[in-house]
């Protein structure tokens, strides 16, 4: 449909109704489906929805949506959605085995490269990718998701062999969250399926079930009625039509469906109250669920009641937020979220994270501000601001629509699927909501509250460590806090703004003493008067995106050992704590509607700035940086709650085991070298006010050896201006520095360390080598080739063959200072009494690479990987960012990213066999470390311990779980 032709139909739905006030007539009118979209439903009952988007070429997103998920699941069949979803990986009518994957692999498309699946309560999402310039890929791809639907093999032997996957899988997610989300759940969910239904099941059922009862779980939800499939991307959306028709349409129907179940989750007049607590839990977190029936957004009326919802919770939320930044606050974290959590419940969610002891005034505050509300309302200043933001977001939307990324897109069907939402464009939605908005009433809006916090059918949480018992309220002293807050008479909100500018006058401009141009790869380099160097790349990859970032040698090396723990923290504090005369919520309020944003940032080795912005605010950007250079804010008050809410965050975070491991290991490999650590909790007490402007005055003094990269959708003659007027006027000295080496160097020779710790009856066990590297673009090729193939083969090797994991991935890390050199690390978790066999079969794994023992076929697919990889990112801002940025770092040509192709085509297995001899030396330098679970009697075999009450996490709890939030289903990912 053409521009004129998506305009006038809009205009004639916004034209049926005058939106002052609507109707019933007008509210009941179904809201407009996106023209460009084709859907429709096959002879045999599946559906479909076909999108054509361009970006990124030659690419198309396919989803097989089914309509079942672990609710689905008879008793016998607990965790056999989600086996289901394993299996349709392991073996279909014309592709035996692994050959589903291996086909995909083959043509860059595997698992390192968007092959993927999901398992929830209510649903089994299938996604695949594939080129769309070969018609027999094409083809190819669409088989592989049609058998999926219909044609699943379940052979016995790869069933067996999937089991120990799956195990695994239950075994590496025994965590603290995990059990403190079943207790909670338990209670949110009492008395209906749900609470009984965790996706990814119960170890009797997993352990024991047979052939003939998975069978029957797809037999009896896997048919086309029951299905859908999504495809998004560069291709002839008709040319498509015709091909679903050709690859589904065969599908037989299913005659005598089995009859969905309609499942809901019971009212409770009286608030849901659970407090659990957790050894190894590492935060205290309170959560407020208001929960309702589940509501479509398919009608005029849906969408307006869904609009006043979003502004309402969006303003409480900015409340909630400037309390998290007083002195003291009750939480480091509060937020409030309206929409729908499964097929049958719905609800308002208000989520805090808390400083220990405070749960009861999160809870407390979240209710009383809520109360203040719907006492007072909100001013008439909170929402403009509100409205602004929200029309900026959706104009924003129209803007990136030539420029959206398929994959994005797909996530917008699951919402139509699950409730029945309508599926708009980027116009059609935003001028319905601008529409909306002029009826829209403050007046109308306040009297809301009601609505979205009921007396009934509330639920409270409050999760916590066990250390932090004592500090928590008994379920009587919360329920008599949740009835004070009702009757609780707050005084009307001050709404203040300060009424500056970001700057008040404009610096005066440098110039431009040189200027290079790259006119292959159309990148400009300015030399500014005080020796900033600016690369700009202008690009039309998104519409709507400018991104920057700059980078200077220094860095942490720089410092003394004293000021690290500042150092460490203090990106952060800059980014809370405002510019200028302007705290962070004044900064927010000021630029409100706009899309601008900047941080400053700091390594190791280096300090700089990260930003971004749409082209219309790219100013205000420029602005953002100037006032962090040149005028931050340190101020006492935001210092103290910023110090608080750090606190909190950090206090119990090594509880966790898994938290714990990585912490060790980062020791371990650069031997306690506090360079290299990230801060601990009891370092913030090292940390101070007077250290961080020092250290900030330190390293952003000077700025004439910073080197800025922008690309984006931006105006030259703009971005000209603006760097003159707010880089160009940066200080620079010319202050000459060199990297400070304070012996930090990666571990040698071979060592074990082993130590216990963790309740859960799981192993954690990484093993790394360290090796010198030298810099080259023919390097850096080697080793992304070399990592395609060693994690394929560790998948293929201690994932499938030996069952012995769910996740094994092997990665690099490579240091320039004080000696170029790599890191590689392998990580698994497993069952600790198969830890060393495993780690054995890693060393196997990697020396049949060293030796080149392995099939052409892995050389072709990571060629395929890293060039279909390529081909997609080298149309993104991002991409020539970083590319840019790492020819900046190792002092290369600025568009030697560029020749990667050309290098990727020239791959063989010598040049990855030889690049596993030089890296991965195992033989000289290894580390093994290995966690396992503390021996305790207390401890029953699923790492459950049966002393807590029934407020805590037992063993029974190992079958439910879900994080509770707003859309989420927690969902189990295949890979």
Not at 592 to 617: H, N, Q, W, Y
Request: hydrophobic share 35%; net charge negative; glycine share 6%.
């Amino acid at each position: 449909m053409t521009g004129k032709r998506i305009l006038g139909s809009i205009f004639l739905f916004l034209m049926a109704f005058g939106l002052l006030a609507l109707s019933p007539e007008q509210a009941a009118q179904r809201l407009p489906q996106d023209p460009d979209l084709i859907s429709g439903r096959l002879a045999n009952g599946l559906s479909y929805y076909i999108l054509q988007n361009p970006k990124p070429e030659n690419r198309l997103e396919m989803r097989l949506y089914v309509n079942a998920g672990s609710v689905n699941e008879d008793d016998d069949q607990r965790g056999l959605a989600h086996f289901t979803e394993h299996m349709a990986f392991k073996g279909t009518k014309s592709f035996a085995k692994s050959e589903v994957v291996d086909y995909l692999s083959s043509i860059g498309m595997g698992f390192m490269n968007g092959l993927n699946a999901a398992t929830s309560y209510e649903f089994t999402y299938y996604m695949l990718k594939v080129p769309t310039d070969d018609v027999q890929k094409l083809r190819t791809g669409l088989q592989i998701l049609s058998e999926m639907a219909h044609a699943v093999l379940f052979e016995h032997a790869e069933l067996e062999q999937e089991r120990g996957v799956i195990l695994e899988e239950m075994r590496l997610g025994q965590g603290p969250q995990q059990r403190v989300n079943d207790a909670s759940m338990k209670v949110l969910f009492g008395g209906s399926k749900y609470a009984e239904r965790s996706p990814i099941g119960i170890e009797e059922v997993l352990r024991n079930f047979d052939q003939a009862t998975i069978k029957r779980f797809y037999s009896d939800w896997y048919h086309p009625a029951n299905q859908s499939v999504i495809l998004i991307g560069d291709h002839d959306p008709v040319q498509l039509q015709a091909l679903v028709e050709e690859f589904f349409g065969s599908i037989p129907a299913k005659e005598n469906p089995r009859v969905m179940p309609e499942i809901t989750v019971p009212e409770n007049i009286e608030p849901q109250v659970v407090i659990v607590t957790d050894p190894e839990f590492p935060y205290n977190m309170a959560q407020i669920t208001w929960k309702r029936e589940v509501r479509p957004t398919s009608t005029v009326g849906d969408y307006y009641q869904s609009l006043k919802e979003e502004l309402y919770c969006d303003m409480l939320s900015t409340r909630l937020e400037e309390l998290s930044k007083k002195p003291n606050p009750p939480f480091s974290f509060a937020a409030l979220m309206n929409g729908n959590l499964l097929k049958s419940l719905g609800g308002t969610i208000g989520i805090a994270i808390t400083p220990g002891g405070k749960a009861a005034d999160a809870v407390k505050t979240i209710l009383t501000e809520a109360r203040r509300v719907e006492l007072h309302g909100f001013s008439e200043g909170e929402f403009e601001r509100a409205k602004t933001k929200l029309t900026r977001k959706l104009q924003q939307a129209v803007d990136q629509k030539a420029t959206r990324m398929s994959e994005s897109l797909t996530w917008s069907f699951i919402s139509l699927l699950n409730y029945g939402d309508a599926y708009m464009s980027p116009e059609q939605e935003r001028d319905l909501v601008n529409r909306l908005l002029e009826g829209l009433t403050l007046e109308e809006l306040n009297s809301l509250g009601h609505s979205l916090f009921p007396d009934t059918n509330l639920f409270v949480s409050l999760t916590a460590p066990e250390s932090a018992q004592e500090s928590l309220p008994s379920e009587e002293a919360l329920l008599a806090l949740i009835n004070e807050a009702k009757d609780s008479t707050p005084e009307a909100y001050e709404d203040k703004v300060l009424d500056k500018p970001l700057i008040a006058k404009a610096p005066k401009a440098g110039t431009i003493r040189k200027r290079l141009v790259n006119r292959q790869a159309g990148i400009k380099t300015w030399v500014l008067s005080n020796g900033i160097r600016v690369h700009s790349k202008k690009t039309d990859f998104r519409q709507d995106e400018v991104i920057l970032t700059a980078w200077s040698p220094g860095g942490s090396s720089q410092l003394e050992e004293a000021d690290l723990p500042s150092a460490n923290v203090l990106g952060m504090y800059m980014g809370e704590s405002g510019v200028g005369e302007m705290d962070a919520m004044e900064l927010q309020r000021a630029t409100v509607g706009k899309v601008a944003r900047a941080r400053i940032t700091m390594g190791l080795e280096f300090e700089g700035f990260r930003a971004s912005c749409s082209p219309t605010d790219l100013e205000l950007m420029f602005q953002l940086i100037h006032q962090y250079a040149t005028n931050p804010r340190f101020d006492e008050e935001a210092f103290d709650s910023f110090i608080d809410r750090m606190a909190s965050m950090l206090e119990n975070s090594l509880k966790d085991p898994q938290t714990y491991f990585f912490d060790q290991l980062s020791s371990a490999i650069y031997k306690d070298n506090p360079y290299q650590q990230s801060i601990h909790p009891e370092q913030l007490q090292d940390v101070d006010l007077q250290r961080l402007e020092s250290i900030f005055a330190d390293r952003f003094a000077d700025f004439s050896d910073f080197q800025f990269v922008i690309v984006g959708n931006f105006d030259e003659d703009e971005l000209m201006r603006y760097v003159r007027t707010y880089l160009g006027s940066l200080p620079g000295t010319n202050r000459k520095e060199k990297f400070q080496d304070h012996n930090i160097r990666p571990f040698s020779g071979v060592s074990e360390v082993r130590f216990e710790r963790g309740i859960g009856d799981r192993c954690f066990a990484s093993i790394v080598t360290t090796a010198p590297y030298r810099a080259s673009l023919e390097n850096r090729v080697a080793m992304q080739a070399l990592f395609q193939v060693y994690n394929e083969r560790l998948r293929e090797n201690v994932r499938e063959e030996l069952s012995g994991v769910y996740v094994v991935q092997a990665w690099p890390e490579i240091s320039r200072y004080p000696s170029p050199h790599m890191v590689t690390n392998v990580l698994l978790a497993c069952d600790p009494a198969r830890v060393d066999e495993l780690l054995d079969a890693v060393l196997d794994t990697a020396n049949e690479v060293i030796t080149g023992e392995f099939a052409d076929h892995y050389v072709s697919s990571a060629r395929a990987t890293l060039q279909n990889i390529y081909a997609d990112r080298i149309k993104t801002n991002s991409y020539w960012v970083d590319g840019i940025l790492f020819g900046i770092t190792e002092d290369r040509a600025l568009d030697s990213f560029l020749d990667y192709p050309e290098m990727y085509q020239k791959l063989d297995a010598a040049t990855i066999a030889n690049a596993a001899k030089q890296w991965l030396r195992y033989d000289k330098n290894m580390l093994k470390m290995i966690m396992l679970p503390e021996a305790s009697e207390k401890c029953d075999e699923h790492g459950s311990c049966g002393e807590h009450d029934e407020h805590g996490v037992c063993g029974e709890h190992e079958e439910d779980g879900c994080c509770g939030g707003v859309d989420c289903t927690c969902e189990e990912t295949e890979e």
